[in-house]
């Protein structure tokens, strides 16, 4: 499975951004797909995940801010950004969870959103 994330960028405190990671090759039987980011000098932290079902979990830094959904027909997963602060300023990686026998976690290369005050 490759993942490759789109739409960060520079936006004002208060401003929004879409991100969005599509999966492609061996894209059968995977569960949930998700979000993480990195801040500067940070560990990677969880955002927002999803399952085929549209059933979501949030970090509680992100919830009511951000929105998780994804197109199954696409394999393509987006987290719409709201009201964002400079302390969302990250990099931001999609995730993809395969289910073939074990577990598979798969990861996009990362997309870099700064927030401005």
């Known amino acids: 499975v490759q993942l490759q994330a789109f739409g960060g960028g520079l936006v004002q405190a208060g401003g929004s951004l879409r991100l969005s990671c599509a999966a492609s090759g061996s894209t059968f039987s995977i569960n949930y797909m998700g979000w993480y980011r990195r801040a500067p000098g940070k560990q990677r932290d969880f955002i927002a995940r999803?399952?085929?079902?549209?059933?979501?979990n949030y970090a509680a830094s992100v919830k009511g801010r951000f929105t998780i959904y994804r197109d199954n027909a696409k394999n393509t997963v987006y987290l719409q950004m709201n009201s964002l602060q400079p302390e969302d300023t990250a990099v931001y990686y999609c995730?993809?969870?395969?289910?073939?026998?074990?577990?598979?976690?798969?990861w996009g290369q990362g997309t870099e959103v700064t927030v401005s005050s």
């Open positions: 995730s993809a969870d395969q289910q073939i026998g074990g577990l598979q976690r798969y």
């Open positions: 999803i399952r085929p079902d549209g059933y979501t």
